[in-house]
């Protein structure tokens, strides 16, 4: 069974930094490309960050320059580094999988944690 | 920039039948934009209702259905029931700079 654990949000001032986990099972991380989405209080969801089977990395400009996504295959973890932080960065953070037809991605999301809150604030 | 809008809200008599719509600032939706429908309930993660335009995710039934119409993404309730009450949510793949662009979302009330 497909299961992502996101952790590590929290309470972090403006200008600090935070890095997210996402814990996944039931496939292997590096055989997929993964992404990080986040939703803001009462607002919709939003593309932030995706790390392709190759390691190609790309990112939302929003966050671009201040968030790195990772991953450590050993561990079968994605990871997202979030430095710089301002208050519009306040979110929760969902890691979700990519989905494929086949051998093809489908340019989707197929699986999602259950996401974990991110506030920025003094 | 790419925007996606979709209509802020929508109702529907359980029963009724309901099409949802996506479409792109700039130009049509086709295909090529792989759109994918997500249903949300408050507090909860996204579910996967659509992909590739018109793939039903495992699981889910047959009265979801997707489509282009005219020069936009759709997703079409068929049957309507008191449990799709939902936030509903497309996305389309862009490519280049932001990648994935996710559209505003419809509020969907049964009613």
């Known amino acids: 069974e497909v299961q992502l654990v996101e952790t590590g949000g929290g309470l972090i001032q403006p200008g600090g930094s935070l890095r997210l986990s996402c814990a996944a099972s039931?496939?292997?991380?590096?055989?997929?490309?993964m992404n990080w989405v986040r939703q803001a209080p009462g607002k919709g969801l939003d593309w932030v960050s995706v790390?392709?089977?190759?390691?190609?990395?790309y990112y939302a400009d929003s966050v671009k320059g201040r968030f790195t996504i990772s991953r450590d295959n050993s561990k079968n973890t994605l990871y997202l580094q979030m430095n710089s932080l301002r208050a519009e960065d306040t979110a929760v953070y969902y890691c979700?999988?990519?989905?494929?037809?086949?051998?093809?991605?489908?340019?989707?999301?197929?699986?999602w944690g259950q996401g974990t809150l991110v506030t920025v604030s003094s | 920039q790419t925007v996606v809008t979709q209509e802020p809200s929508f109702s529907v008599s359980p029963g009724g039948t309901v099409t949802l719509t996506c479409a792109l600032s700039?130009?049509?939706?086709?295909?090529?934009?792989?759109p994918s429908w997500y249903q949300q309930t408050p507090g909860q993660a996204p579910r996967t209702l659509i992909y590739?335009?018109?793939t039903r995710s495992f699981g889910v039934p047959d009265r979801f259905s997707g489509s282009i119409l005219g020069n936009k993404a759709a997703l079409t309730i068929t049957g309507a029931q008191a449990d799709d009450e939902s936030d509903y949510y497309c996305v389309l793949y862009v490519g280049s700079g932001n990648h994935w662009v996710f559209g505003g979302g419809t509020k969907l009330t049964v009613l």
């Open positions: 039931g496939f292997t991380i590096s055989s997929n490309y």
């Open positions: 790390i392709y089977r190759g390691g190609n990395t």
């Open positions: 979700a999988r990519g989905g494929y037809t086949g051998y093809d991605p489908s340019y989707y999301f197929d699986y």
């Open positions: 590739r335009t018109n």
């Open positions: 700039s130009g049509s939706v086709s295909a090529s934009y792989f």
